[in-house]
């Protein structure tokens, strides 16, 4: 069985950066997709960007110039680069893997923006 740990979160003032990472154990490192959600206070969970096996990506609208999306497969890991940060981008970021046809979720980890 899987297990996937964000770490990175935190407070940053409105144009700033955080990377977060995404660690996975307990298992195989080869996953088909891998991707980053979040759910802001009061709203529904939503994709932010996801990659796949052969390194394509896909961002969501509200992100896409802002954030990059990266994995090492070597390290089993994955990471999200986040740049020009606003205010709605507050919300628990979540890690997520796939291999078909399992999913698996990290536990989440706070991304705060000041204005």
């Known amino acids: 069985q899987v297990r996937l740990v964000e770490s990175g979160g935190g407070l940053v003032q409105a144009g700033g950066s955080l990377r977060l990472s995404c660690a996975a154990s307990?298992?195989?490192?080869?996953?088909?997709?891998m991707g980053w959600y979040r759910q802001a206070p009061g709203k529904q969970r939503e994709m932010v960007a996801t990659?796949?096996?052969?390194?394509?990506?896909i961002y969501a609208t509200s992100v896409k110039g802002r954030f990059t999306i990266s994995r090492d497969n070597a390290k089993s890991a994955m990471y999200l680069q986040m740049n020009s940060l606003n205010p709605e981008d507050t919300a628990v970021y979540y890690c997520?893997?796939?291999?078909?046809?399992?999913?698996?979720w990290g536990q989440g980890t706070q991304v705060t923006v000041s204005s």
């Open positions: 307990g298992s195989g490192s080869s996953f088909n997709t």
């Open positions: 990659v796949d096996s052969a390194g394509n990506t």
């Open positions: 997520n893997a796939a291999l078909f046809p399992w999913t698996y």
